[in-house]
């Protein structure tokens, strides 16, 4: 992913490393792990984090102090002191962009060996939005007040209690957006999706899968038609709601009016069954 930076981008300062290196053998193979940290007093941070291998999480903390990156490094080697000193040589690279956001990746030693991954723990007193990248981890996202953007190729996704739009993306793994007040569009090809909007959320929403269950869940302010179509497996209600104006429902597909209808949403997987809450 490619971000348009400032043209004079000022890095941020307070980079504490706390590099604590543990060569392991497990036969031939040795790896060595460092913990890197970075510090600010900046309070509102939209994050942009990226990894090829490694998990990310991403929350925002009303009651932290101020904003803290922590990469926790696992590099492989040929030898213990191999391993111990391409841990050494990882960098992790913050920088502040001009419209806010902070930019969040990192380097590892080349050529590329096996076991070599960082997993990210990213906390934000005010987390203004959110993009997360990674090619296989998982990756979860909290507290969120502006728009996530959640892409992994092999994890699960995790996104609560955000209130802005969700799009989450994935290969491999389950997707769960759960106490949103936004739109979600959440798709994946192996895995489960499931989608719990607030009580106050009248959002329209999109959940999709080839292999897996979807499920969602609604509130009392929630009006909408919802599409669904599942190509193997069953379409259940959870409740006989009075809410539900209109059923117009075949075997495995149809749609489901709630309350006095309004916006589109779809609900779709190829195998396995659709389950609608409407609370």
């Known amino acids: 992913m490619q971000i348009t930076r400032p043209t004079t981008p000022v890095t941020v300062l307070c980079l504490l490393i706390a590099a604590t290196i543990v060569g392991c053998q497990f036969g031939p193979k040795f790896t060595a792990t460092a913990t890197k940290e970075l510090r600010d007093t900046g309070t509102t941070f939209s994050i942009d984090a990226v990894t090829n291998t490694g ?11 101020g904003t803290t990156v922590t990469a926790r490094f696992v590099c492989g080697g040929k030898s213990d002191q191999e391993a111990q000193q391409r841990v050494h040589d990882t960098t992790l690279d913050v920088t502040k962009l001009g419209d806010g956001t902070l930019s969040v990746r ?9 076991g070599d991954r960082v ?9 203004s939005g959110a993009i997360v990248r990674t090619n296989t981890g998982s990756i ?35 997707i769960a957006v759960t106490s949103h007040s936004g739109p979600v569009d959440a798709k994946t090809d192996t895995g489960s999706v499931t989608i719990e909007l607030t009580d106050q959320s009248t959002a329209a929403i999109s959940g999709t899968t080839d292999t897996g269950s979807v499920s969602l869940s609604v509130g009392p ?16 209600l959870t409740d006989e709601h009075a809410r539900i104006s209109a059923r117009e429902l075949q ?29």
């Open 55 to 65: 998990s990310i999480t991403v929350q925002g903390d009303e009651a932290a102090s």
């Open 106 to 114: 990192t380097t590892f030693p080349k050529p590329h060996m096996s």
């Open 119 to 127: 997993a990210f723990d990213i906390t934000v007193p005010t987390l």
């Open 140 to 174: 979860s996202v909290t507290n969120a007040r502006g728009a996530v953007d959640a892409k992994t190729d092999t994890g699960r996704i995790s996104i609560s209690k955000c209130t802005g739009s969700a799009l989450a993306r994935g290969d491999t793994g389950r």
């Open 221 to 236: 302010a929630f009006h909408g038609v919802i599409s669904v179509d599942t190509g193997l497996g069953s379409i259940n």
């Open 251 to 279: 075997k495995r597909s149809g749609t489901i009016t709630i309350g006095s209808g309004g916006e589109r949403s779809s609900l779709r997987t190829d195998v396995g069954s659709i389950t609608i809450n409407v609370r």
